[in-house]
């Protein structure tokens, strides 16, 4: 269990008979957190005003009630439990009854018991705080949420799974969670209330479920569920050097989703054709600074150099909204980044920042088949300053006698319904299209990719979203221009067949979904792929789209479900 201080609860049991000396660590970390409580309240009284101060008051009563550490004290005497164990099993006990009055305002005072909680847990931790980087056996992560940097930082050798109360299927931490290839689900709505450090628990990513303290035949179905998982995936390894061709004959190329070099690798071992879609804003994790030229060069020519000759496409910055914002403006927050100045937006108001960038990516095309890829396009005007900057660096470059291939691809994600709309004119101006379907999606439904609460409006199936991508494929078919996907749909293995038979023959997937995709396209026709997409498009609803694709998806390949 993870509080939001990212440190966790530990061990839940005690030698038997020295509670004594748990009880005598409880007793200093109540008394300390209640005169920081004090305190907090004195500073914020003066300098607010007694009614905000008094928020403080409440807590230190809270802390200070007699009630309140008797029965923590129980738990410890009793059960056996540590302190810290008790505290929590108590404060969430009581967050809990606060919650369960269905009234709004009480509700919400769950979070004051949660703030306290964390108070006393930090005193009681001292000096033996267990932060997630240092950890020595493996557990799972339960926490309100995760950033996508935090994430990104997690220990995969020791975290087994975890599981968010809030977040999207598509938000970046759950993206980055397929690259570390931990089974996590996220935006469950609230279950910390539900659960204590130590409690067993089971992830199940595939349906998106998190069981708490599992029954003897719960547990035994998933231990038969994940042995039989495991031969599945070894089963797909052997797919790794056969071509993804269709059983009539058709060659879709399957390439990786990648944000570190490191990654290059699993797209070779899980037998990508190339690198479909480079999320370079992640060389900005935990950098305070704008990464240099070199720094960038080194990851990019270290991409493609281990590719030895297959396409990278490098997508410049889409720093902004949930990426790493902490680096666009702190001062000038926005109140609707996604809507804001993010990605392309953010380069173009920024020439220092992208030619560096455009600099990096020009050298490494001296080094293989580098391509340049611009995010969040939403008007022709903003693609052809992008290609006018690059033209520009391009010129310095020839000035300075540096390497680079003048003949370097550029293509424009798609993924604002404007783009969308527009595709036949920007198809004239670029060499490839890349379908970001995680965007394209929450901005034609006006849902937050990252907020459970839409979710069941956020959908890849809506007859909206499919409309748009098939308007998109038309007008690349008819400029003679590429098209990929690179959004999350194109590694679900319901949404193979329509793909393919909405006339896409590139996908671009984060590694590990590759083998199961290359084994259902080896499992079906073009001619029944369109016949599914030709059904898909006269449905109606999201709903009828969904089941009508995973009843075909499991006639084919049973076990992708
Ligand atoms: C997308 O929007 O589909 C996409 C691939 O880009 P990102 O997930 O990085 O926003
Ligand atoms: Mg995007």
Redo the contacts with the bound molecule.
Sequence with gaps: MLDTELFRIPQRFIEPGSYPDEISRLLPALKQAAEEARENQRVVTEKVGEQYGGIFQAHALMIEDPGLRQEIEALIRDQGFTAEYAVSRVMRRRAKALESLNHAYLSARAADIFDLERRILRHLLGKRQEHLQKLKQPVILLAHDLTPSETAELDREHILAFATEVGGK?S?TA?MAGVLEIPAVVGLGRFITDVSGGDQVIVDGNKGLLILNPDVDTLAHYEEARRSFVRFEKGLAELRDLPAVTKDGVEIALLG?IEFPEEAEACLERGASGVG?Y?T?FLYLGKREDPSEEEHFEAYSRVVTQMAGKPVVI?TL?LG?D?FSSVTDPNNAEKNPFLGVR?IRLCLRNLKLFKTQMRAILRASALGDVRIMF??ISTLLELRQSKMILADVMEDLEDEGIAFNRKLPIGT?I?VPSAAIMADQLAREVDFF?????????YTLAAD?NNENVASLYNAADPAVLRLIERVVKAAEQAHVAVN?????SGEPIYTMLLVGMGLRQL?ATPHNIPEIKKLIRSITVEEAKQVARQVMRMETARNITNYLREQTRRILPEAL
């Excluded at 890349?434 to 929450?442: C, K, R, V």
């Excluded at 996907?485 to 749909?489: A, F």
Aim: glycine share 6%; with cysteine.
């Design positions: 598509t970046h993206i989703n879609l999320r804003e997508r889409d909204a990426k990605s995010p969040m994600m993924e890349s379908l970001g379907t995680n965007d394209l999606i929450q990719r996907v690179c959004g999350e749909m671009s």
